[in-house]
């Protein structure tokens, strides 16, 4: 009897501590993001343990899939040997060449038709076949046109990121309450301190959703674009790859390119939080 009362009471003690510990994770501010981590990164380890497991049994052949750790010796071998630095250089060069481009002129088109009947009338049909015709289906002929040099990437980049953020500036514009422009005729408000104060404050979020789109639009469009014409950047390496059948850098340049791409899409989402802190600040 009293072995039984100490077995329960040495059991209870262990489930009042546990209660307590995980009351004191619960409790802790770092608790529920490591929590939110570990369950983000559980399913990738586990996929590259059981990726390293077949491709050490043999059931995967190297020239399909190499294992994880000739893909990270892959990847560290071109960071010696300078290639991964040079061809993400040149490939980002053009990226934000491109991205500013067309962003900016899909700003502009945006606010234009959003503000103006007319010129929704004229530019959002114009937009619409474009949209319609595949970013690969332009590339022939912009090659044809401005031949296999920095323009011709320049302008598929830009052709890529064009859509996107055009349709959401636009619908962004177009979200703004009736009110509000009837409000700024009353106040004869000029137009520029209309376009500042009540529709950008109104479209920002709209507009940043464009602009995230367009920053993934414009990554995977210079990939294209090198792979199609041209000897640098990351699609040429990935096309290099290909014919010399190295599974191995091959795999290691679209890891680089999908984490450069979330890179990127954090920095905009960051940038959009902190812009709509602004907002409402301001609003107060």
């Known amino acids: 009897m009293a072995r039984e009362l100490t077995l329960t009471g040495n059991e209870n003690e262990r489930n009042s501590f546990l209660k307590k510990l995980s009351g004191d994770i ?33 059931l995967l052949l190297e020239v399909i899939l190499p ?22 250089v040149l490939s980002g060069k053009r990226v934000l060449i491109g991205y500013l481009w067309g962003a ?5 088109l945006g606010m234009f038709s959003g503000l103006n ?13 474009i949209r319609q015709i595949p970013l690969y289906a332009w590339m022939p002929i912009i090659i044809l046109w401005f031949g296999i040099g920095e323009v011709s990437k320049e302008i598929i980049i830009a052709r ?76 040429y390496a990935l096309m290099k790859s290909r014919e010399f059948l190295w599974s191995d850098k091959l795999i290691a340049l ?5 984490v450069i791409g979330v890179v990127i899409d ?3 989402r960051k940038i959009e939080e902190s812009t709509l802190r602004w907002k409402k600040k301001t609003a107060k």
Not at 27 to 33: D, I, W
């Open 26 to 58: 619960g409790s802790n501010k770092f608790g529920p993001r490591l929590l939110a981590l570990l369950n983000t990164i559980a399913v990738p380890i586990i996929l590259l343990a059981l990726w390293q497991i077949l491709a050490g049994s043999g």
């Open 67 to 88: 294992s994880p750790v000739k893909v990270v010796k892959a990847f560290v071998e071109m960071v010696k040997d300078g290639s991964l630095g040079a061809d993400l």
């Open 104 to 108: 900016g002129i899909a700003l502009i």
């Open 117 to 129: 009947k007319v010129a929704e009338r004229v530019f959002s049909p114009i937009i619409n076949v």
């Open 160 to 235: 890529g990121v064009l859509i996107p953020i055009y349709l959401n500036t636009l619908q962004g514009i177009k979200g703004v309450q009736a009110d509000y422009f009837e409000l700024a005729e009353v106040l004869e408000l000029k137009k520029a301190v209309f376009l500042r104060k009540v529709v950008l404050p109104s479209a920002v979020s709209s507009i940043f959703t464009g602009l995230r789109l367009g920053a993934g639009n414009a990554w995977m469009a210079v990939v294209a674009a090198e792979m199609l014409g041209g000897l640098t950047g990351l699609g």
């Open 254 to 258: 679209m890891v680089v390119i999908g």
């Open 266 to 268: 954090v920095i905009l």
